[in-house]
């Protein structure tokens, strides 16, 4: 299932386990050029269970709610699925 498999990517990328997983958001980032539905799904009650496995997809790593603000200012963050999630996040 969709949510099972959001746990495990966490869990591979990250290192940590998600206890519960819920979809938020759906977007497009391409209209007109590409159809390439992204779906965003916010993972709650982490807990590190180990180092991640996942190497080739890039690092990742937590940060307090209130420094997102000032790396997105920063351009620091330049993915397109991160900002929508990360814009999201803040917004509710």
Not at 25 to 32: D, H, K, L
Not at 37 to 50: C, K, M, P, S, T
Request: glycine residues 10%.
């Amino acid at each position: 299932d969709v949510y099972k498999r959001q746990v495990r990517e966490a869990l591979e990328e990250t290192g940590y386990e998600v206890g519960s997983v819920e979809a938020v958001a759906m977007f497009e980032p391409m209209i007109g050029i590409v159809r390439s539905r992204h779906h965003i799904f916010v993972g709650r009650d982490a807990e590190l269970l180990a180092e991640p496995t996942e190497v080739d997809e890039g690092r990742y790593q937590w940060v307090p709610v209130s420094d997102v603000r000032g790396l997105v200012a920063a351009g620091r963050v330049q993915s397109s699925g991160t900002l929508v999630a990360l814009l999201h996040l803040l917004g509710n």
